[in-house]
């Protein structure tokens, strides 16, 4: 499966392409809240989505556009469960924040926007502890070798992973991670 990732800037534009994208048969929607360039709506975003999402409101610094408070986010994340969204993705530092609640799928990430790390499994298996439904590993490659290590890491996992490599030499990742056993990729 893939998921689509929709960030616009006004409420009204992401609901109308999500009802789109829906209607052209996508079956996940990412909705990345930090692009809205208002105070978020989550109620006016979720309440009678037309499909499955994943709630994301990424920080700066692991490469969104989040410009408000970091409370404000947080809170924002654990609204998201709290209205019953399919999935919420939350950064592995700060997962112990934001409690599981309800039928919410946890996806823990991490992104690492200049390389792949060496230490993977350990890194999938310290996300993994954080309560995690699905383990999302995001990096960038920096060589072929990057794309053979994630895909690796993918197939041995024993919780659903989403591996996925970033930049021209990565997109491969994203083409063939449900090959390997991710359970969708964006």
Not at 10 to 38: N, P, S, T
Not at 86 to 102: K, L, N, S
Not at 123 to 142: G, R, S
């Amino acid at each position: 499966m893939i998921c689509v990732t929709l960030g616009r800037s006004r409420h009204k534009r992401m609901i109308a392409e999500h009802q789109f994208l829906v209607e052209q048969g996508v079956e996940l929607v990412e909705l990345r809240l930090d692009y809205i360039g208002r105070a978020v709506s989550l109620n006016r975003l979720v309440t009678n989505r037309p499909g499955p999402v994943v709630i994301t409101a990424r920080r700066r610094e692991d490469g969104g556009r989040w410009l408000k408070t970091e409370q404000e986010r947080l809170m924002l994340l654990r609204s998201s469960i709290a209205a019953g969204v399919e999935y919420v993705d939350i950064e592995a530092d700060i997962a112990a924040q934001i409690p599981r609640y309800g039928d919410t799928k946890r996806i823990i990430s991490f992104h690492d926007m200049e390389e792949t790390p060496q230490n993977l499994e350990d890194l999938h298996a310290a996300m993994a502890e954080e309560d995690a439904d699905i383990v999302k590993i995001a990096t960038l490659a920096n060589s072929f070798s990057d794309n053979v290590r994630m895909f690796n890491l993918i197939r041995n996992a024993k919780l659903p992973t989403i591996g996925i490599c970033m930049g021209e030499i990565g997109t491969i990742t994203r083409i063939l991670a449900n090959r390997f056993g991710a359970p969708f990729t964006y």
